[in-house]
């Protein structure tokens, strides 16, 4: 069993602080050599379930499997084939880039040259070299970012997990983080990863797992996810926004769904389950004088896998959750 | 590696797959201890206190008791110095809970607990690395000392002997602080419960004058009290008097204390969310 199938199968995890379900039966299975997506708004219990199957908190009940270890009782042999990205950047910020990877490599058995030759690898491999002697609390967040996902490939562990790796970064160094993960999983690790942005899930995810109150609400590929939401979404451009009431009246009443009306004052959108009729009702508006300027016939985005399983936008959740604290 | 594609390079890093074996919890130690000094390389600020208390106090204890305690300062130094001493340096493991306290709030515990060392390896480091600290400190204190005019009658040997035990109780002394460190939620509230341990501990005692003159009840505490006791056995060191009962005493309570707290840390590190 040096090779199971799954890196890791967890059953019913529940953490409790105080009277705060944090995470509160959370079942997932991660097929080995894939990127799993796990996805949910703040406080859904993403980097809890992270730390409870890294080992760092001890789980109140429900047990998991990892890298065919059990998380409990093996955490120790667990702890050399894993390895941790926080959410919170890992480093120590009063020591320099080389500083940081050569301390960890000192910690996992590199001795002598070999040190300073394993943290001039991973600087010059993350794009590093040039602020290896600068101290990391005068890195960029991007920088920063990087040396942290360096820090865990000192050694490279049979699992790795990513706690919201791009969460405040610019869009370049959010594909840098992308195409490292990318790498990662072709040379061989699994890498559970979790965000709230849900084009990360879709870009990089096999499968996703999307997590509400501490527990998951859908499990899935990107298509199957959006497929649960029915089989796609109509988006129809009008040429003068003064129609969209009546060409809303229309498609409705041909396709039996509420149009929903969009930011822009001349986009509507509905959900279609079959597309030949959609296809149809389409043609009815240039009959009933309203010219259309454009239309697609997609799948639903994630965003919108959430808001229907949620209820709400993951961008309208944070907000609310900001409200109420 | 240079003049790969960054692809390749990226590649190369991850394709150098296995693990060094494991090393030993000394080995672990050791690089935290190496982790503290690079802290002290890049800010050198921390040590100010280590090098201004000890002048500080020498200076200002030695003037304002020495006329009046001992008819003249430089008569009173010869008594008070190994008491600053050991004063500086108590007081300097204090900043072990409050460095660690500050540390543990911050991301990089995550990623210590989540390797493959021994457990308590982080925190004995920065205690090690606290032994430049105490060294820094009592250090200057002697120089100064020298300077007004102290004479230790055991000479170079016996400053040297006499900072040896002064690290060695204060890492058994630094438990207290590690365990607070752990313990409480802030660096203000770990400096508080900091002081009142070290108040009482520090100034009734020997440090400054003679316990002869004491009440009873406050003579049989300063007969007990740790730092009174290790002041006692420097004493002895300096003056070239020291008895092995002396030295004996002044280990009891940073040894039992290890042993007491030790563990405690460990667990409280381990319950740390």
């Known amino acids: ?325 | 590696m240079n003049g790969l594609q960054p692809d390749a390079r990226l590649h190369a890093v991850l394709a150098a797959r296995g693990r060094p074996p494991r090393v030993g919890a000394l080995s672990n130690t050791m690089a935290f201890g190496w982790r503290a000094l690079l802290k002290i390389k890049h800010v050198p600020e921390q040590l100010f206190d280590a090098i201004i208390t000890p002048v500080m106090f020498t200076v200002l204890f030695t003037y304002i008791f020495g006329g009046a305690l001992a008819g003249t300062p430089r008569q009173y130094l010869q008594f008070l110095l190994p008491g600053i001493m050991v004063q500086t340096v108590v007081f300097a493991t204090m900043y072990t809970g409050i460095t660690l306290n500050t540390d543990l709030s911050k991301g990089i515990y995550d990623r210590f607990r989540s390797l493959p060392i021994w457990n308590l390896s982080p925190i004995v480091g920065a205690m090690f690395g606290d032994f430049l600290r105490y060294t820094l400190s009592s250090a200057i204190v002697v120089v100064v000392g020298i300077v007004l005019g102290f004479r230790p009658a055991s000479g170079l040997f016996g400053i040297l002997a006499a900072m040896v035990l002064l690290n060695v109780c204060a890492f058994g002394f630094g438990w207290v602080f590690t365990t607070l460190g752990l313990a409480l939620r802030t660096p203000g509230s770990v400096m508080t419960f900091s002081w009142l341990f070290l108040m009482p501990l520090t100034f009734a005692s020997n440090v400054f004058v003679d316990s002869s003159t004491m009440p009873g009840w406050l003579r049989a505490f300063v007969e007990v009290n740790p730092v009174a006791l290790l002041v006692t056995a420097l004493r002895g060191i300096l003056s070239d008097t020291a008895s092995w009962s002396q030295i004996g005493q002044a280990l009891i309570a940073p040894a039992l204390v290890t042993a007491v707290l030790a563990p405690v840390a460990l667990v409280l590190y381990k319950r740390k969310k």
Request: aromatic share 4%; charged share 25%; net charge negative.
């Open chain 1, 1 to 325: 069993m040096s090779h199971p199938e799954f890196a890791i199968e967890s059953e019913g995890l529940v953490k409790h602080f105080g009277k705060t379900k944090a995470v509160n039966g959370v079942d997932l299975r991660v097929r080995a050599g894939t990127v799993y997506g796990v996805l949910g708004p703040n406080g859904a219990g993403k980097t809890t379930t992270v730390r409870m199957l890294a080992t760092l908190i001890a789980p109140d009940a429900g047990r998991a499997t990892v890298l065919g270890h059990d998380l409990v009782r093996e955490g120790d042999a667990l702890r050399r084939r894993i390895s941790l990205t926080g959410q919170y950047a890992s480093v120590d910020e009063d020591l320099t880039g080389r500083e940081n990877l050569m301390l960890l490599a000192k910690l996992q058995g590199f001795r002598g040259i070999d040190v300073k030759r394993r943290a001039d690898d991973l600087l010059e491999a993350f794009d590093l070299t040039d602020a290896a002697t600068k101290q990391a609390k005068d890195y960029s967040g991007g920088m920063r970012r990087r040396l942290d996902i360096a820090a865990s490939l000192v050694v490279v562990p049979d699992l790795l997990f990513l706690d919201e790796p791009t969460t405040g970064l610019d869009p370049r160094s959010r594909n840098q983080v992308w195409g490292i993960v990318r790498a990662l999983v072709n040379d061989g690790t699994t890498v559970l990863l979790t965000t709230q942005y849900l084009d990360e899930a879709d870009e990089l995810a096999a499968r996703i797992a999307v997590i509400d109150h501490g527990t998951v609400i859908a499990e899935g590929t990107s298509a199957e996810l959006k497929a649960s939401v029915g089989s796609g979404t109509l988006h129809v451009n009008l040429r003068d926004p003064a129609h969209r009431e009546r060409a809303g009246q229309l498609l409705t009443e041909r396709l039996g769904v509420v149009a929903h009306f969009e930011t822009d004052p001349a986009a509507l959108s509905l959900q279609v389950s079959d597309t030949a009729r959609a296809a149809e009702a389409l043609a009815e508006l240039p009959r009933a004088n309203i010219p259309v300027a454009g239309f697609s016939l997609g799948q639903p985005s994630l965003d919108e896998v959430f808001f229907a399983l949620t209820g709400q936008t993951a961008e309208n959740k944070e907000e609310n959750k900001e409200r109420a604290q």
